[in-house]
Every structure is written in structure tokens, then in C-alpha cells.
């Protein structure tokens, strides 16, 4: 089961369980449409698998199976989390 990760690895945007922006890989890292498309052209910089759409998990399943709250960043070299860039402490 997907654990659907809150967050972009790169930008730190966050990416809520209903976030159709979220792409991920088959080892479920993580990123926005923005990163995975523009900085990654869809292929995972860990892994090298492709970036895909991560599902939507439904509203009465998320009750029972929560989404993680664990926010995962990687440092891709040319990655700026959203408080480095905004200046916003986490």
C-alpha cells in the first residue's frame, strides 16, 4: 500500500493525499508535476523509474489507512524547498 508521501522531495511543496499534481515512482518517490516534468522530464533522479500520476486514495480509506506525515527532501542539486526560497522556517 501506497504510505502517499505529503510532500514534492524537491520543492517541498506540499502534496496531500488528493493532490493531482503527484507523480511518483515505483519506489514511491515522490514529487510535484512541476519537478518531475520540468527538472526530471518524468524520470525518478533516484531511482531512474518513471514519474507517474500517483492514484487518489478515497476519502473513506484515508479514515481507515492514513496518508504518512513524514516529509521527505532530497537534495537533486538544483532543488529549492519552498521555506529556502520563501524564507519560511518548517
Do not use: W
Not at 517541498?12 to 519537478?35: G, I, K, M, Q
Amino acid at each position: 500500500m501506497l504510505i502517499l508521501k505529503p510532500n514534492c522531495e524537491c520543492c517541498d511543496s506540499d502534496l496531500p493525499p488528493d493532490a493531482l499534481d503527484a507523480r511518483s515512482c515505483t519506489f514511491e518517490c515522490t514529487f510535484c508535476a512541476d519537478c518531475a516534468e520540468n527538472h526530471f522530464n518524468n524520470v525518478c533522479p533516484n531511482c531512474g523509474g518513471e514519474l507517474l500520476r500517483r492514484p487518489i486514495r478515497p476519502v473513506k480509506m484515508l479514515e481507515k489507512y492514513p496518508a504518512s506525515s513524514k516529509r521527505f527532501v532530497k537534495d537533486h542539486g538544483f532543488c529549492k524547498p519552498a521555506e529556502r526560497v520563501q524564507g519560511n522556517a518548517r
